[in-house]
């Protein structure tokens, strides 16, 4: 029931984010609506804790920012690679493994790997991920385990 | 005038990673190693040009509007950049490595398989 109603709460917001108009007439149609995409997900039963994770809300506030950190640090060394003349590339495939216990928690981790620049999810499969890295550096990066434990954090124990 | 300054040297960076990250499209040797260098446009180019463009609006709904830009594009781009990369393993791209470390391949040869048979 919670979920819905985050669900209804948070489609309104983006309604009234997106028109910034804020009279009766439209107000009223964005509630109808927001409501009505509401039920509609609840008559496809969507709303559970995949479609809508609500309860990784609090955990995600520390880490998106540390995220963000990680993808600036990777860009920037892919950069460097790119610019200098001798591209100095080793790409890797390597197998890493994902330690969380959700599958929302496992498709975090493999996104976070793919947003960092330098390092790509191929496959995942059971508890591990396949994973295409630019250099050994940034494959190492990886397998030291940084990342998963973090994803792991945020997961919780839900 | 501190703030447009911070909002241009955000913007020049953003223009200056796009840049990169096209030279990268072009200078690296496979589809993988591509998928990287489109990587840069992807994140830190994007975020810094939204992030300079969001200076320039100031407290508006443009702001708002470039905020949720990016928190779509932070879900869209890795799950488009695996579809991407699973799609080359299934169709067979044989991906060019210095060092593979995967022993037992059978996970990425199932997905090949599959890619073949349907």
Same mark, same amino acid.
């Given at each position: 029931?919670?979920?819905?109603?985050?669900?209804?709460?948070?489609?309104?917001?983006?309604?009234? /984010?997106?028109?910034?108009?804020?009279?009766?007439?439209?107000?009223?149609?964005?509630?109808?609506?927001?409501?009505?995409?509401?039920?509609?997900?609840?008559?496809?039963?969507?709303?559970?804790?995949?479609?809508?994770?609500?309860?990784?809300?609090?955990?995600?506030?520390?880490?998106?920012?540390?995220?963000?950190?990680?993808?600036?640090?990777?860009?920037?060394? $892919?950069? /460097?690679?790119?610019?200098?003349?001798?591209?100095?590339? *080793?790409?890797?495939?390597?197998?890493?493994?994902? *330690?969380?216990?959700?599958?929302?928690?496992?498709?975090?981790?493999?996104?976070?790997?793919?947003?960092?620049?330098?390092?790509?999810?191929?496959? $995942?499969?059971?508890?591990? $991920?396949?994973?295409?890295?630019?250099?050994?550096?940034?494959?190492?990066? $990886?397998? *030291?385990?940084?990342?998963?434990?973090?994803?792991?954090?945020?997961?919780?124990?839900? | 005038?501190?703030?447009?300054?911070?909002?241009?040297?955000?913007?020049?960076?953003?223009?200056?990673?796009?840049?990169?990250?096209?030279?990268?499209?072009?200078?690296?040797?496979?589809?993988?190693?591509? &998928?990287?260098?489109?990587?840069?446009?992807?994140?830190?180019?994007?975020?810094?040009?939204?992030?300079?463009? &969001?200076?320039?609006?100031?407290?508006?709904?443009?702001?708002?509007?470039?905020?949720?830009?990016?928190?779509? &594009?932070?879900?869209?781009?890795?799950?488009?950049?695996?579809?991407?990369?699973?799609?080359?393993?299934?169709?067979?791209?044989?991906?060019?490595?210095?060092?593979?470390?995967?022993?037992?391949?059978?996970?990425?040869?199932?997905?090949?398989?599959?890619?073949?048979?349907?």
């Amino acid at each position: 029931m919670i979920r819905k109603l985050g669900l209804a709460l948070a489609l309104f917001a983006l309604w009234l /984010l997106l028109s910034g108009i804020f009279e009766p007439l439209l107000i009223s149609l964005g509630i109808i609506s927001s409501l009505f995409v509401a039920w509609l997900a609840h008559r496809m039963e969507v709303i559970d804790h995949e479609g809508f994770p609500i309860h990784m809300g609090p955990r995600a506030i520390t880490y998106w920012p540390w995220l963000i950190w990680e993808i600036i640090k990777a860009n920037i060394d $892919v950069a /460097l690679i790119i610019i200098k003349p001798e591209l100095k590339i *080793s790409p890797v495939l390597f197998r890493s493994p994902a *330690s969380q216990k959700t599958e929302v928690g496992q498709v975090t981790y493999a996104n976070s790997i793919t947003l960092t620049p330098g390092t790509i999810t191929v496959t $995942v499969h059971g508890d591990t $991920v396949d994973v295409h890295a630019l250099t050994t550096g940034a494959a190492d990066e $990886v397998i *030291s385990g940084r990342m998963d434990k973090r994803a792991c954090q945020m997961e919780g124990n839900s | 005038m501190a703030i447009d300054m911070l909002s241009w040297i955000l913007i020049v960076i953003g223009g200056g990673l796009s840049i990169i990250s096209a030279v990268g499209i072009l200078r690296l040797p496979d589809v993988f190693t591509r &998928m990287h260098a489109a990587g840069i446009g992807d994140t830190l180019a994007l975020g810094s040009l939204c992030a300079g463009m &969001m200076l320039q609006a100031g407290w508006t709904i443009v702001t708002i509007k470039l905020a949720l830009i990016l928190l779509f &594009m932070f879900f869209a781009s890795p799950t488009t950049t695996h579809a991407l990369a699973k799609a080359a393993i299934a169709g067979g791209v044989k991906p060019i490595l210095d060092e593979d470390r995967i022993a037992n391949k059978n996970a990425l040869e199932d997905t090949e398989n599959k890619g073949k048979n349907s």
